[in-house]
């Protein structure tokens, strides 16, 4: 079955049991078998789906009062530090668990699990899978393996798998001759199966499927005859081409060696150790060969000592990491370092590996956990010193700032710049005229007039040079790092004088004509007429 987490009896508190956490366990046995009161389940499997992207597998033993999830399916991205949850992989994941448990299906590697999900894309896609064809420009090899065996069995007690039965032998044995069906020839057919489920479970002994109408036809008598006899035959001989048609496509998956090609690759490793001389250095040449064929598909792997293998290492403790195909090799996690077991699924130098591991200090991310924790002091990062600041007077705005300068501080009669005329402050201050004022009023306009200025001439002797002044004055100082003393010019002024000369009344009085010098006589060149001048002239 599959369920998600909004239904009410797939939540089960397993942390800490409370009063009616037995009261519950009946009510989940009751739910799946209420008409038989003497009938309990023992052990419930089912996939719990998460929404909106996660499925795990879920397992509930009644006998022990035990509730528990499988680990989600989790891979490392190219990043050191990155982790993400393959949510493509997670319901694959789940179904195989319980498929492992129910019927004891091999458990998938990571690999595995991506080359299933490409092949389910395909099939999807309505391309015919071929066994030539090749996955590796799809899936990327750069993205290691998950950091722990994220195919778990998520029960405490193992249930005794189902062996699989040949369908054609038992479809033979229960025909007569003249019933037997004729053998058509295998057509390779792209599988319509569900893409999740790679076995076919076997039904129960006398099941009969439901009839058109949909009321099912329950089950046949111990000693069915007649019309009953035929039906049993027809679901039989169903039953072995289903079974049949799942061995071939297991068998299609998951390519092995004949009898011969054993006899030959048993006889080059044993050759190839003999060349080596024996000893560590050719078990691990055996061991590189073993790996390079398994993880070809050449040879095939035993889940069974794999998972005992598996539970052996995760028993004695430690961080490490295991891979399918490597079963005489597990890589520590703590050290960074790949440890070669004596023998293959030996766990003897794990336990001395342990005693003397040294971890390797790495910079890594904290978990939610750690995030919390408050760093000790020695542990704290400790601010770096303040940079060493140089001050220094501002130069203004010079010659060697700006070149035209110097010729506009010669022309200009003017103490500063962008004031109201001396009318303006003689009509505000007097309502009169500049020239009726009397000469303390005069002073006083003009001094008004010079605090209206934006910015102001300075003339001294071997320094001409303006300053900024009015609301943004200038800044008096200029400071900057020691280590841009380099890039700053030493004539850069202060970021307010440096807004006067990015002004546009700045620019335009320097581009403006002024009088001549010596005469002080100024016509601009706007006044000029041609027409008037030929009249004046003659």
């Known amino acids: 079955m599959i369920t998600t987490t909004e239904f009410p009896h797939a939540i ?36 719990v789906h998460s929404p909106p992207f996660h499925w795990i597998a879920c397992s509930i033993d009644f006998l022990s009062g035990l509730v528990q999830f499988s680990r989600e399916f989790v891979v490392r991205n190219n990043l050191e530090c990155g982790q993400q949850a393959d949510s493509f992989s997670c319901a694959i994941t789940a179904v195989n668990s319980v498929e492992h448990e129910v019927f004891g299906v091999e458990l998938w590697a990571p690999e595995a699990a991506r080359e299933l999900r490409m092949k389910t894309f395909l099939k999807l896609l309505g391309r015919e899978i071929s066994s030539s064809f090749s996955y590796e420009p799809l ?13 778990i069995i998520i029960s405490s007690q193992k249930l005794s798998p189902v ?14 001759p003249e019933e037997k069906p004729f053998k058509k020839r295998n057509v390779d057919v792209p599988s319509q199966d569900h893409p999740f489920f790679a076995t076919i479970p076997q039904k129960p002994k006398g099941f009969i499927p439901s009839s058109p109408s949909g009321k099912p036809k329950g089950f046949l008598p111990s000693s069915p005859s007649g019309k009953s006899k035929s039906m049993m035959t027809s679901a039989k001989v169903k039953k072995g081409k289903a079974e049949q048609d799942g061995d071939a496509r297991v068998k299609a998956s998951s390519p ?21 001389g024996g000893g560590q250095r050719a078990s691990a040449t055996a061991g590189r060969t073993l790996r390079r064929l398994a993880t070809a598909g050449v040879l095939e792997v035993s889940t069974k000592k794999w998972n005992n293998f598996s539970r052996k290492i995760s028993d ?5 990491k295991l891979d399918l195909h490597d079963p005489n090799g597990v890589f520590c996690i703590d050290c960074q370092t790949r440890l070669a077991m004596k023998e293959t699924y030996n766990t003897s130098r794990w336990k001395e590996h342990l005693n003397k591991c040294k971890p390797k200090h790495k910079a890594r991310l904290l978990t939610d956990f750690e995030s919390f924790e408050p760093l000790d002091a020695a542990q704290a990062a400790h601010a770096p010193p303040p940079p060493c600041i140089i001050r220094q007077p501002c130069p203004g705005i010079t010659k060697y700032f700006e070149p035209r300068i110097e010729q506009y501080l010669k022309d200009v009669e003017s103490d500063g710049g962008r004031s109201k005329s001396v009318g303006y402050f003689s009509t505000q201050l007097f309502n009169r005229d500049y020239p009726s004022l009397s000469k303390p009023e005069q002073e006083q ?4 007039v010079a605090q209206g200025h934006a910015w102001r001439n300075h003339f001294e002797k071997d320094i ?13 100082f200029v400071e900057f790092q020691e280590g841009f003393k380099n890039i700053v010019k030493p004539y850069t002024p202060c970021s307010n004088c ?10 335009k009085a320097l581009k403006k004509k002024q009088a001549d010098s010596k005469t002080k006589k100024f016509i601009p060149d706007t006044h000029h007429q041609q027409n008037l001048y030929d009249v004046g002239s003659a």
């Open 256 to 276: 092995s060696l004949t009898l011969t090609e054993k006899d030959a690759t048993v006889a080059f490793l044993k050759e190839t150790i003999k060349e080596s």
């Open 163 to 176: 062996k699989k039965q040949s369908g054609k032998c038992s479809a033979e044995t229960s025909l007569s």
């Open 316 to 320: 004695i403790g430690g961080d490490s």
């Open 139 to 151: 899936l990327s090899n750069h993205n290691p393996s998950s950091t722990s065996n994220p195919l």
């Open 445 to 448: 306009v003009r001094m008004a």
């Open 498 to 507: 440096i807004l006067v000369h990015h002004s546009a009344d700045f620019q």
């Open 12 to 47: 089960m508190n397993y942390h800490k049991p409370h009063s009616g956490y037995s009261i519950l366990l009946d009510r989940i046995q009751s739910f799946f078998i209420p008409n038989d009161e003497e009938t309990h389940l023992t052990k419930l499997l089912f996939v």
């Open 464 to 476: 001409e040079v303006v300053f900024a002044c009015g609301k943004a004055p200038c800044e008096r």
